[in-house]
Every structure is written in C-alpha cells, then in structure tokens.
C-alpha cells in the first residue's frame, strides 16, 4: 500500500541498537471513509489480573518476576543502566521500592516490596497439609534451587545470585538432621554442597505384613551433573544429585535400614555413577500375631 526506495539500518551494539534514517513512503491506496459511530454505555465493575509474556524490547533489562501481588509494569523498556519502582499490585498494599538493573547478564537486582492483601477473606476450619514440588523458573540471573529429595527442604535457596550466593539446607517436615550451607559461585556450576543427612521421625509399627517397595527416581537432573544411581528404597542416594564429574557422592542406608556407608564415583556423563552396596539391613522390629 506504499511506495518509495529502501534503505539500509544499522545496528553496532545493543547500547546504540539499529541506526538510520527514512525510507520516504507514498501511499498508494485511495481510501473511502465512511464513518458510522454506535455508542453503549453499560456500568459494570470488573477486575483483571494480568501475566504477561511479552518479549522485553532488544537490549532492554528483563522485568522481574517475583509474583502477583507485585506490580512490575514500570520494569518493562528501561535500557541499562537503570531503574524501576516495584509497588504492591491492586488489592494488596505496602511501600514501593526501587530496582536497579546495571547491565543485561543480572537483569534487576532488589528485593521487595512486602505486600499484604487488603481482601478480607473468611476461613473454614478445615486442616490440609500439603507437599509441593516447584517447578517454577527461577528469577533471570540466580542460581537455580539444588534437587535433593523430599526429606530435604531448600526454599532458601531460591532467589540468590552469584558469586555471593549461599543458602542453608534444613531437613524437610518429618525429617531430623543438622542444616548445611551449600554455596553457589556461578551460574554454570550452581549451587555446590553436600547433604545434610537427614533420618526419618516417624515411628512405623508393622503387623504380619511385610512390604518391600522399589523407588525408581524421574526427577531430572540439573544440565552437566551425573545421575544419581537407582539401588533401591533401603539406599538413599539423595547426596548424589547435583555432582558435576568427575565426582563422588556418599551412598547411606535409607532411614529404618543400618549398613556402613559406601563412596560411588562418577568420571563422566556416559557411565555416570560407578559403585555398589551399600548391604542395608532393615532395623525395624516385626510383630506378627497368629490365631489358631
């Protein structure tokens, strides 16, 4: 629908992005307008929350994502080095804070705002207890969270970056065991750590039954690490996720099984881990009742 000579853009960095001019386009349409205006008015209340999805413009810093009670709209097109105020979004309030974002690697850096919903909402008494696994992408430029088995809860991992990152691993509900700190220097290498072992604080008592179960894992691993051997239910192999070969990781009787701890090793991603045992033997006393 138009006309003219083209012409060639440049672009020499993102900084500058694509440079020049024109080109100067007649247009070649004739246009009829024929203008009709319908006007309904109708008074409804409605309300929207939005996640959006859109492509930041080329060199532009990635908004943060940091979850819906935060408004982040003033995020989106500020080149770095720049700034941007995050404030609490309709239905929760709260004091603004500013973002900084220095250069595209880290995209922003902050934390916050602190957002309490202004909803009154009325609770039934009904008690659920849950267990979630997260599969959520973790914020552009942090560590991605280690995998480490359900007995093990690493919710502080989330959200840190790099070279300064560290975190403290706990044992999940139902689980006793010391913390351990696990480090990430990098994003290549992630969070690197070991442990913590952790034992089962649920009491089982068994009645002329005797169940054997056989887990075999689908979590995958994290790109570049070994796969964690699959030896069964009485072996936890859960210090094995997260080795980058070559490595070793430490194999233990699972909690309710005793048996002397045995090393696997792990040259490269072909073979994975190499080892055998540990021999694991149950410690739970059976108590079988018969009728005659």
């Not at 770095?80 to 974002?101: E, I, K, L, M, N």
């Amino acid at each position: 629908g138009y006309t003219g000579d083209p012409v060639t853009y440049w672009c020499y960095n993102l900084d500058d992005n694509f440079e020049g001019t024109g080109p100067d386009c007649t247009s070649t349409t004739t246009t009829t307008s024929v203008t009709s205006l319908t006007s309904t008015s109708t008074s409804s209340t409605l309300t929207t929350t939005t996640t959006s999805t859109t492509t930041p413009i080329p060199g532009t810093c990635y908004p943060p994502v940091i979850g819906q009670d935060k408004d982040t709209s003033s995020c989106s097109g500020v080149f770095p080095p720049g700034t941007c105020t995050v404030r609490c979004a309709s239905g929760y309030q709260g004091d603004p804070v500013v973002y900084h974002c220095y250069d595209l690697e880290d995209n922003f850096v902050g934390s916050g705002p602190d957002c309490i919903t202004t909803t009154t909402s009325t609770v039934s008494s009904t008690t659920s207890t849950t267990t979630t696994t997260s599969t959520t992408t973790p914020i552009p430029g942090t560590c991605y969270p280690p995998v480490l088995g359900a007995d093990k809860d690493t919710s502080a991992c989330s959200g840190q970056y790099p070279p300064a990152g560290s975190c403290t691993v706990t044992c999940a509900a139902g689980y006793s065991g010391d913390p351990e700190t696990y480090l990430c220097l990098s994003l290549d290498t992630g969070f690197e750590g070991s442990g913590p072992v952790c034992s089962s604080t649920t009491t089982t008592t068994s009645t002329t039954a005797t169940v054997s179960t056989t887990t075999t894992s689908t979590t995958t691993p994290m790109n570049g690490t070994c796969y964690p051997p699959v030896i069964g239910a009485d072996k936890d192999t859960s210090e094995c996720s997260g080795i980058f070969p070559p490595g070793t990781c430490t194999v233990r009787c699972a909690g309710a099984y005793s048996g002397t701890p045995v090393v696997y090793y792990c040259y490269d991603l072909e073979d994975n881990f190499i080892g055998s045992g540990p021999d694991c033997a149950s410690t739970t006393t059976t108590t079988s009742v018969t009728s005659v």
